[in-house]
């Protein structure tokens, strides 16, 4: 019976996985969540963050190893430039932009123009840059002259921009975020540390290489040679003691400013912010080996830049540091099987295929001793339903189960007549099985 039912229950093709999963992805929405709470009590953190509110997220599974006040509405300051980077980044894979394209510089993008105390990249009358350039400036400077520049020639106006942000974001299900413009400095942009960690996996996970071509870049130079128009090339350095001119030909060296880059062993990425009402932010990523971390600090202390650096640094090494020392990540899918075939009686079908409700990997304690458990039925009887738990998928440590996982059914199959019923029963009890 079971050879016949393994014949049967044919594996899934491409097209059929993809299908089933949709609908899978309906009956259970958690599968479709960013972040999910870690399935046990994680190991005691054993340090004070500086920072007001806090989240720590394994990238590979969106599981939440650690958090402070993570539902804490707060203004993101310039982390809300990720929401224009990942809108910008649309376009390009769409085909509705290009890197290497000039971006005309309106005045409401020229640094003179720009809000008091704003980081600037020094954009001025007259430049020729690239999207490439602005998006460099927007990371490592965390220009909010560029930002401008992107929303305004890009999306046509601010308020395409503005639209095209808020829908993102609820298409990503973060409800509590608002974005009001591109650069941050309105306290009128909000969202949450979770909710912002949310956005960073789903932005890694998409555009995976914006990290080394853009978050991990530690310097920048503007304006080059090529970015003035020929009458300002070779002129003398400017005086800025009255101001910032509309014209500016005077060359700028920019160090990141996320000041773990290069010190904090895998860092790469992802962006700073500050104003007064949220502090000091960082949102974080490090990757050493198959491991990659996500955090976000908010509400960071500090009177100064450098004391604001200092502590945003220092609770960022904390969190990514703890991650490390004391998680590894596991997939039980490495150790057992993550597919079950499973002989049918009084049913329609001689089988059905089990498969696992969602990915079988999360990390666990690194002195863990992580044994796979699987959980199916040696049979069915009856009616089987489609997407439907019939057994599980335990990973444990020792005998402590750190995450049960369900089995549900690839495929429905209605009861049989009442005949074949009562031949299977018998059937059954004569293995001794009923």
Request: charged share 25%.
């Amino acid at each position: 019976m079971i050879d016949r039912a393994a014949k049967e229950a044919k594996p899934l093709s491409k097209e059929e996985k993809l299908e089933f999963y949709k609908r899978l992805d309906a009956l259970y929405p958690e599968r479709l969540e960013l972040l999910r709470p870690l399935p046990y009590e994680a190991p005691a953190a054993g340090f004070e963050l500086k920072a007001g509110a806090a989240i720590l997220v394994d990238y590979n599974t969106g599981f939440v190893l650690f958090q402070k006040n993570a539902g804490k509405v707060i203004p993101p300051a310039s982390m809300t430039k990720l929401f224009l980077m990942r809108s910008v980044l649309e376009k390009v894979r769409r085909g509705e932009a290009s890197l290497g394209q000039n971006i005309p510089l309106g005045p409401e993008s020229w640094a003179c123009n720009a809000p008091p105390q704003s980081s600037l990249m020094f954009l001025g009358k007259g430049q020729i840059v690239t999207l490439e350039e602005l998006l460099c400036g927007i990371n490592v400077a965390s220009g909010n002259d560029a930002a401008a520049a992107v929303a305004y020639s890009l999306f046509g106006s601010m308020e395409n921009f503005i639209a095209q942000a808020n829908d993102l974001a609820k298409g990503l299900g973060l409800k509590n975020t608002v974005i009001v413009e591109s650069t941050g400095y309105s306290e009128n942009n909000l969202t949450t540390p979770r909710e912002m960690a949310a956005f960073c996996r789903a932005y890694i996970r998409d555009f995976p290489d914006a990290l080394q071509k853009f978050h991990s870049i530690k310097n920048f130079v503007y304006p080059k040679e090529r970015n003035l128009p020929p009458e300002q090339r070779g002129r003398p350095s400017q005086d800025f003691s009255r101001g910032i001119p509309q014209e500016i030909w005077t060359q700028f060296e920019f160090e990141n400013t996320n000041k773990l880059l290069g010190v904090l062993p895998g860092c790469d990425g992802i962006k700073t912010g500050h104003i007064n009402e949220s502090g000091y932010n960082l949102a974080l990523t490090t990757k050493r080996g198959d491991e990659r971390w996500i955090s976000v600090t908010m509400l960071g202390p500090g009177n100064s830049l450098r004391e604001g650096d200092e502590g945003r640094c220092a609770d960022g090494t904390a969190l990514h540091e703890w991650a490390y020392k004391n998680f590894r990540s596991f997939d039980a899918a490495a150790f057992a099987p993550t597919e079950f075939v499973v002989p049918l009686y009084g049913s329609e079908k001689m089988a059905v295929r089990l498969v696992l409700k969602e990915a079988a990997a999360l990390p666990i304690p690194k002195a863990a001793n992580a044994v796979v458990k699987a959980a199916a039925p040696k049979y069915l009887f009856g009616s089987v339903q489609e997407g439907k738990p019939y057994g599980s998928l335990l990973i444990c440590d020792g005998e402590r189960v750190l995450t049960e996982i369900p089995l549900v059914a690839a495929e429905s199959s209605r009861a049989a007549n009442q005949f074949v019923q009562r031949s299977d029963e018998i059937i059954l009890r004569l293995k001794g099985a009923r």
